[in-house]
């Protein structure tokens, strides 16, 4: 696998960075862009392992950190579900111009939905997978309860997400309830593959349910069996990556 760092303009007008992994001795047979989820970055380690499972496929992917996260320019604090769709739209206009158009839209928990929502405003994507996604953006305010009062209150607040602290403001609040999925997902009109853990205590399995159900055919449905919310387990992270690579040459 080769991979090069970039970087480009971002929906809010900061430099997005981005990293872009290509089959290390052949031209790609398609490329693929992948959202990360919430406060994540492009380092996590389970997209790595997917992208490599996807590039000893032939595949190339470029992974990118949302505007104010990772090494990404932009305040977090300014964020919401919608800058990170803009991003997407984005970073796809970027690939397109440097490398080829993205055939594939890849997504992982809030990623899930923001590439659901992302895939309609680009017509150059052919497919679409997520990973362990929310079937509704507001579904990230469960992570937020203890803190809600608050946000609403003083108009922000700083929460704890897994050992790091981020300021949320009322605006992403706002932001995520004007958001609205079930449109989009029985609208997609592409093929959908989704993975999915029985025992997600972060996006329960019951979104998954509802994604399945509301989404038209071609749609394909994959249990990750015992792994956890982030894939911390390598063989979760490189069986996604090599399901997705038997399942994608039929659509791209």
Known sequence: MKSEKVTFPGGQGYRITARVDLPGDSEPR??????HCF????????ISRINEELTGAGYGVMRFDFTGLGESEGDF??????????DLVTA??????????????IG??????AVLQTAGKLPIIKAVVTI????????????LVDNIEEIERAGKANVNLAGRTFTIKKQFLD?????????????LNRPLLLFHSPIDQIVGIENATHLFEMAKHPKSYVSLDKADHLLSHDEDARFVGRVISGWLPKYL
Do not use: Q
């Open 132 to 143: 362990g996604a929310p079937c509704d953006p507001n579904h990230v305010t469960n992570l």
């Open 92 to 105: 796809a206009e970027y690939m397109t111009s440097r490398w080829g158009a993205p055939g594939l839209l």
């Open 77 to 86: 604090s300014d964020t919401n579900f919608t800058s990170n769709v803009e």
């Open 30 to 35: 398609a490329f693929a862009l992948f959202a």
């Open 39 to 46: 406060t994540c970055n492009k380092n996590l380690r389970a």
């Open 175 to 187: 932001d995520l309830h004007r958001a609205r999925m079930d449109n989009n997902i029985t609208g």
């Open 108 to 113: 992982h928990s809030l990623g899930g939905a």
